[in-house]
């Protein structure tokens, strides 16, 4: 069974410095997707980055970075330069494969990141 | 335009109400979810259409029944809900297919049952 782990339920950083969110994942399908999403307190979700489980390179989008290591199964979410607005829930998801057609997303328990002044 | 839009942001509905939310994309996306979250909990599926048709029903209880009239719009059909079943619900929308293209979410309905 598919399974996501997120072991830090809060987070704290100062304005301005790095960090990373820590994501490991269960699976033993060949294919998968690694997702990050941002939810705020007003509940959107927002896609932050992607990682294809065949991708030899990691993913960055802006000052964000997945940390992907296959062999360990993790999907680390790095953020650079914290800014206040990146207080928020964070959420690791992975894609399930349903016999090859399409497939939902499976989400670890959140890390709460408060960004500190 | 990368928008998911869902009406009413937030519902409070009696346990013997019915009422609907409604969801809508222009993204071309052939694929729609719709997703419950409680509060301080990952959002869990609910329901998956592709091209229109309903793939996948997390065994929702018969309370909830989603629709999908066309390729754009998702409905999600309430009636007789539980207290319980007051939380975030949150519709989605992707490009169907084995690749792990990216959901987009609606920013939810908040629904409280009283």
């Known amino acids: 069974a598919q399974k996501i782990t997120q072991t830090q339920p809060g987070m704290f950083v100062q304005e301005k410095e790095a960090v990373t969110l820590d994501c490991t994942y269960d699976?033993?399908?060949?294919?998968?997707?690694l997702f990050w999403y941002k939810q705020p307190s007003s509940g959107e979700m927002i896609f932050l980055i992607y990682q294809g489980s065949y991708d030899q390179q990691n993913a960055t989008e802006g000052r964000y970075s997945l940390n992907f290591q296959k062999a360990r199964k993790s999907a680390n979410l790095v953020i650079s330069a914290s800014q206040l607005g990146d207080s928020a829930m964070y959420f690791c998801a992975m894609r399930r494969n349903y016999g090859g057609s399409q497939g939902n997303l499976i989400f670890g328990k959140g890390t709460k990141l408060s960004v500190k002044p | 335009d990368t928008e998911v839009t869902q009406t009413p942001k937030h519902l409070v509905m009696g346990m013997t109400n019915k009422k609907s939310l409604k969801c809508e994309q222009h993204?071309?996306?052939?694929?729609m979810y719709w997703y419950k979250q409680k509060a301080k909990k990952p959002p869990e599926l609910m329901f998956v259409y592709s091209y229109e048709k309903l793939s996948i029903n997390e065994s929702v209880p018969s309370r909830f029944s989603p629709e999908c009239p066309n390729s754009s719009l998702l409905n999600l059909h309430l009636h007789a809900l539980q207290p319980e079943d007051s939380a975030l619900y949150l519709c989605?929308?992707?490009?169907?297919?084995?690749?792990?293209?990216?959901?987009?979410f609606g920013p939810g309905t908040r629904l409280t049952v009283t």
């Open positions: 993204m071309g996306h052939r694929a």
């Open positions: 989605a929308s992707s490009q169907p297919g084995p690749n792990s293209y990216e959901q987009y």
């Open positions: 699976t033993s399908d060949p294919s998968y997707g």
